[in-house]
């Protein structure tokens, strides 16, 4: 089965910090996304790549940036936290190509509290 | 771009039967349904797309009217596993490789 980690579950950082989150797929996929979900908005895609070094806005990208150095590995970065950011992050991946085919895989997400 | 979702949230006894509804603005390619229990990633159930036929897997199936730009989330017998949080998610274009999730349908079955 593809597997897409997310390396925390739980994150608490302070306003103004700098926070990375990571997520790693091991299944070759061209494709990667990151979503924030919060309640009764739904999951609302922040940023995707198609391929190494790729990278589009998606429908909220104020406030954050994407690193894709490798294709395993997708980044998340917010360069300055703000306490509007706090939600729960999830990642995503699917095969390249004709991606309609393929559903999503997702990572159990990382909750992120900014105070 | 965000599609629609209804009802908001429903609730059901085991046995009873329920339809997710999930439309856009736009003419899709594609509707993904997902479903997310509490505390857990979303779990991919099915794709319907554009010119193809009716999608189902055991007791839950979808359609898609590609002229209404809406799709339809069918589940029949409902069981206690069935409770979550359903999402639709749509692509407007071939490739597009990004999809559009509605806010969801919580959806609860008791004994």
């Known amino acids: 089965d593809v597997k897409v980690t997310q390396s925390s579950r739980y994150l608490v950082k302070r306003t103004g910090e700098k926070v990375f989150l990571e997520c790693v797929q091991d299944m070759d996929h061209e494709n990667m996304f990151w979503y924030r979900q919060d309640p009764g908005l739904g999951l609302r895609l922040i940023y995707f790549?198609?391929?190494?070094?790729?990278?589009e806005k998606g429908d909220i990208p104020e406030g954050y940036s994407v690193s894709r150095e490798k294709k395993e590995r997708f980044s998340l970065i917010l360069e300055s936290a703000s306490t509007n950011q706090t939600s729960m992050y999830l990642c995503?991946?699917?095969?390249?190509?004709?991606?309609?085919?393929?559903?999503?895989?997702f990572g159990s997400g990382t909750r992120l509290t900014v105070v | 771009q965000q599609p629609v979702q209804s009802p908001q949230a429903v609730i059901l006894r085991e046995g009873e039967d329920a339809v997710i509804n999930c439309s856009s603005s736009k003419a899709l390619y594609s509707v993904h349904w997902y479903r997310q229990k509490h505390g857990e990633a979303p779990v991919f159930l099915m794709i319907l797309l554009k010119g193809g036929e009716q999608k189902g897997h055991d007791k839950i199936s979808a359609s898609f009217n590609e002229k209404k730009q809406q799709s339809s989330l069918y589940l029949t017998a409902s069981q206690l596993s069935y409770s979550g949080t359903y999402f639709c998610?749509?692509?407007?274009?071939?490739?597009?490789?990004?999809?559009?999730f509605g806010t969801g349908t919580r959806l609860t079955v008791i004994p």
């Open positions: 998610g749509t692509e407007i274009q071939a490739g597009a490789n990004n999809l559009f």
């Open positions: 790549s198609y391929d190494v070094k790729m990278k």
């Open positions: 995503a991946s699917t095969p390249g190509g004709a991606g309609a085919i393929y559903g999503y895989t």
